[in-house]
């Protein structure tokens, strides 16, 4: 097919490509390459560009134009495409048969400095968005521009590429002098420094203005705020990294993220997208990691780059209720400059690149992402998640980097289309948890109590790679070092110490027992009310009124569970918020546990989260908005969030209503309404695991019975977690029949694998665990042991499981008669697990297969392998793909399972193989009387070990098919070989 035809077959998606962004970008950067290329004239360019017309328009008129010059043009287009969309986009748009070398054309076209506009025009309008500015005053200067040139050049809707390309146009269109002094001054500023930003210094009100703006920033963040209500703790003293790794894989990534790489280039998927997003779960760090990258900025030790810094918090964004510009915004919401506002603002929009926003908590804000409003004007009013989806989408504030923390549940997919990448914030790691335990307790003898203490109690050790759940537990370590027998377990039990730590360092006398609930019983029922109806209408800062409405007085304030909300812009009398979040929910579900003014439909109704309508409240004026609008947002999208808080609450529920907590609500409510409230919470939980076990297809014939947990599945299963009576998880197992449980993409992390050891353990029959693509980690590993003996294959692909993990595993492993296959492809292994396994092939003769495809095996792991191998009778499937055994490595498998009868199926893609080792391995297809399949593809074997293979192969009818692809082995031998043997798959 010519290149002319893949234009017309190819119309639809070249379009899509190009313009479904809703930004104009990708197609006049087009533009600038084809007018550079001399392959269109200006007036080509011009009838394309048509101002105020439809996009897509714009886009169909350059292809019609590309397709009737022919070709040569059609070629250099698909080139342009190649060079302007994202990689992701790119794959489906490459040409190979080029015909024209766009070099040449260039030295055709530069005789004059106009022309010279037009061949430079991609490289200016890069050099160019930095200086606009500083080019617009040359040009005023030397007589070629007026001011009203300027102001149509500055005009605020155009990005500042766009501002660029139309200077460049006005240029154009005022001859050749003024072209001149364009050129000319881009080159005396490259000579002057070695890029235009070097030389460069910022006027003195922007210096002056970032001065303020960062000992602003630094004010807000040297503290912590969860300390507030009982100690300071100073972020530098109590900042401990936290695991950050990228949501997509990237081969160019290795080793863990540092804080740095946020908004560094490492992992980035859309180079057109500004929008970095950070996810984690509610607790896991992320607003304490956007505070310490505030921090670093404005002490000027990192992040450098960005002049100015403007940080946001998503739950303070919520309460503004009129209409603001982007300037309004910054000024009014960040820091206000004492002068030279315009000036400041426009230099902010000449120089997106050294301006960086922080919106933190997007799953806070009422409305839910959305790319409907488009808004592209910087000093238009619009509602304040208007103006923020359009910052995110980059419609506004072009070239602005943003950093963006939000619940993974949350993230919608719309939101996901406009990603420069995602890093995900995974907690502690399990030295991560030492070190904030050593920083919170200066008193080496306490911490070390306190780590011993966590080491005993694997449950405890688990939630606390939870940082929020570890600040807690360290906040009571008297309580936890005192608890002995009855250490807590679930997170009810942790925040049930917390509420009694507060309550008893905050009052004079303290009852000892079960009795400090019933002292303290007010404070609880009136903070209960107010983070209850919080929860239902999305609130999370609370007024004056809404306190006195929920009846909270100043000495439940003194508990120490609120606190005086943050504000930059301080222009609003005293708000309140819960020190995070999770307190929140806890408070919640004491009310729903402990109250009698709730009625009795609330238990059920939070169990089924999705169905629950916004509870109305008559107090919360401030949060609730007024507009039929925002009514329709709240009922929208904004659901998923607030989903996520009754999920929590839901939790705490569950927990609070455990058997083991009986004592404490004696004395705070009549029995028999707390016995009816345990039996709603029973039967939510047993008919929401039938509603997932219904949803099972029956196996087709041949096929196991398998279950793919849907949303929701494994909030069920850490609510009987919570309930801690192994009668009611038995019930739950007693009914599920299947043969593989899939529970891949769930947020799973070391919290959850608790819970589901804890839940699965009680399965009647073994089962296949499929939990691909979550993040175990050692520390989740640890957690699954319990539920080992009912798994006969485990997979964890791509969990961030490293040799100790495995070194724990194997080792319960080794003990459970069903245990017989593990797939751990794309985890952190290396040569030192090697030896585990091995051990647990020489001990465990009914194993069946092992995959451990995309870790760091070399030779060295390799023939550890080989060792246990060598004893093995039953191991029918060996995965390697994506190591690097080698030559070497090769030789040793070969040799340990030369005479093995059960190997069916043996991979070593892409692992440095020759021929060497391809010689080695044809023994085994020479012996061996099991083997079907052997993969050898992306290795370097030449025709010498092609040759023992077939060789080989002669003596052997059960083996189906050798895989050589991409080897080094010409066509002609290819051919030559596959004729030979027809096994051979090259
Ligand atoms: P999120 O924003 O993800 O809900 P936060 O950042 O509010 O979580 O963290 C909750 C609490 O956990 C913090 O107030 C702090 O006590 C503790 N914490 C979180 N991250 C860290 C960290 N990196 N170092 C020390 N403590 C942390």
């Not at 040009?139 to 001011?147: A, D, E, N, P, Y």
């Not at 000027?300 to 780059?305: I, L, Q, R, S, Y």
């Not at 009810?492 to 009694?500: A, C, E, G, S």
């Amino acid at each position: 097919m010519s290149v002319q035809e893949l234009v017309l077959r190819q119309r639809t998606e070249i379009l899509h490509a190009l313009c479904s962004s809703g930004s104009a970008e990708h197609l006049e950067q087009v533009l600038d390459i084809l007018l550079s290329q001399g392959e269109l004239i200006f007036e080509d360019y011009q009838n394309i560009q048509v101002p105020g017309r439809a996009l897509y328009t714009n886009g169909r008129q350059l292809l019609d134009l590309v397709y009737i010059k022919g070709v040569d043009t059609c070629a250099l287009f698909y080139a342009a495409l190649q060079q302007v969309l994202p990689e992701v986009q790119r794959a489906g748009f490459s040409f190979s048969g080029c015909c024209s070398n766009p070099e040449e054309k260039k030295e055709e076209y530069q005789s004059t400095c106009t022309q010279s506009l037009l061949t430079q025009r991609p490289s200016l309008v890069s050099k160019l968005q930095g200086c606009i500015e500083d080019t617009l005053k040359a040009l005023v200067i030397s007589g070629h521009f007026t001011s009203a040139d300027c102001d149509e050049v500055r005009l605020p809707i155009h990005t500042p590429s766009q501002q660029a390309r139309r200077l460049l146009d006005y240029v154009r269109s005022k001859g050749e002098s003024a072209a001149k002094v364009v050129l000319q001054y881009i080159q005396e500023k490259q000579v002057s420094g070695s890029t235009l930003r070097d030389s460069w210094t910022p006027p003195k009100e922007v210096l002056k203005y970032q001065k303020k703006l960062s000992s602003s920033v630094s004010a807000q963040s040297c503290f912590l705020s969860t300390y507030g209500g009982t100690s300071h703790m100073s972020l530098d003293d109590i900042y401990t990294e936290g695991q950050l790794e990228l949501a997509q894989n990237c081969n160019d990534v290795h080793g863990p993220l540092g804080l740095k790489d946020i908004v560094g280039t490492a992992g980035t998927v859309n180079e057109e997208a500004d929008t970095v997003l950070v996810s984690g779960d509610a607790g896991g760090g992320k607003s304490t990691l956007l505070q310490r990258l505030h921090l670093l900025w404005a002490r000027g030790t990192a992040f450098e780059d960005f002049l100015l810094l403007f940080p946001f918090s998503c739950r303070r964004l919520n309460s503004v209720q009129q209409e603001l510009s982007v300037q309004e915004l910054l000024f009014q919401h960040c820091c206000w400059p004492d002068r030279e506002q315009e000036e400041i603002f426009q230099f902010i929009l000449d120089h997106p690149q050294l301006i960086l926003f922080t919106f933190d908590g997007l799953d806070e804000l009422k409305q839910g992402f959305s790319d409907e409003h488009r808004l592209c004007c910087p000093t238009q009013r619009a509602p304040v998640h208007i103006l923020l989806f359009n910052m995110i989408k980059g419609s506004l504030m072009k070239g602005v980097r943003k950093v963006v923390t939000s619940r993974p549940e949350a993230v919608s997919p719309v939101l996901k289309k406009n990603l420069r990448k995602e890093v995900l914030l995974q907690g502690f790691t399990p030295s991560g948890i030492d070190c904030f335990v050593q920083k919170h307790h200066l008193d080496p003898t306490v911490a070390a109590k306190v780590l011993e203490s966590l080491r005993t109690n694997t449950a405890l050790l688990g939630l606390c790679h939870s940082p929020v759940l570890l600040w807690i537990v360290s906040q009571c370590h008297k309580e936890l070092l005192g608890f002995g027998e009855g250490s807590p377990q679930t997170i009810t039990d942790v925040f049930l110490m917390i509420l009694q730590h507060f309550f008893q360092h905050q009052s004079s006398q303290s009852t000892m027992g079960s009795g400090w609930l019933h002292e303290h019983l007010n404070t609880v029922l009136h903070l209960g009310q107010l983070a209850y109806e919080g929860i239902g209408t999305s609130c999370y800062i609370f007024s004056d009124t809404d306190l006195e409405t929920c009846g909270v007085t100043d000495t439940d304030i003194c508990m120490g569970f609120l606190i005086q909300s943050k504000d930059l812009s301080s222009t609003h009398s005293k708000r309140f918020e819960f020190l995070h979040l999770i307190i929140q929910c806890f408070f919640a579900a004491l009310y729903i546990v402990l109250s009698n003014n709730t009625d009795r439909s609330t238990i059920p109704k939070l169990f089924e989260p999705q169905n629950m309508t916004v509870l109305r409240s008559t107090c919360f004026g401030v949060c609730l908005p007024s507009t039929e609008k925002y009514e329709q947002a709240l009922k929208g999208e904004a659901t998923s969030a607030k989903t996520i808080n009754l999920q929590i609450t839901a939790t705490f529920v569950s927990g609070l209503l455990s058997q083991r907590h009986r004592s404490l609500w004696l004395h705070c409510c009549p029995s028999a309404v707390m016995e009816k409230r345990v039996k709603q919470v029973v039967r939510c939980l047993s008919k929401g695991m039938q509603k997932h076990f219904k949803s099972i297809p029956q196996p087709v014939e041949g096929e196991k019975k398998s279950m793919h947990a849907m949303p929701g599945f494994v909030w069920l299963i850490k609510c009987i977690y919570e309930m801690q009576e192994s009668r009611i998880a038995k019930d739950a197992m007693s009914k599920l029949e299947v043969d593989h449980l899939k529970l891949t993409y769930c947020n799973i992390g070391p919290v959850e694998c608790t819970a589901l050891a804890y839940v699965l353990q009680h399965l009647r029959n073994p089962v296949g665990l499929q939990l691909d693509n979550n993040s175990v980690g050692d520390v989740g590993v640890e957690q699954l042991l319990p539920c080992m003996p009912v798994c006969n294959s485990l997979y964890l692909r791509n969990n961030n499981i490293t040799d100790e993990g495995i070194r724990k595993l194997l080792a319960k492993g080794i003990q459970c008669d069903s245990f017989r296959k593990i797939a751990l492809f794309n985890n952190k292994l290396t040569d030192a697990c090697t030896q585990h396994f091995s051990h647990l092939l020489k001990t465990k003769q009914d194993f069946l297969s092992l995959r451990l495809g995309n870790n760091n095996i070399t030779e060295e792991g390799a023939k550890q392998l080989a060792e246990g191998l060598k004893c093995n009778h039953s191991l029918a499937y060996l995965g390697l793909w994506g190591n690097k055994i080698g030559d070497a490595g090769a030789e040793a498998l070969a040799s340990a399972l030369e005479n093995s009868t059960s190997l069916v199926w043996l991979s070593l893609v892409d692992n440095g193989v020759g021929s060497v080792g391809a010689c080695a391995l044809a023994n085994i297809i020479k012996n061996s009387t099991s083997l079907e399949e052997l993969w050898l593809t992306e290795n370097c074997i030449t025709r010498t070990g092609v040759d023992c293979l077939i060789q080989a192969l002669e003596h052997n009818t059960r083996m189906q098919s050798v895989w050589l692809k991409n080897n080094d082995l010409s066509l002609g031998e290819v051919e030559e070989l596959t004729q030979r043997e027809s096994r051979l798959i090259f």
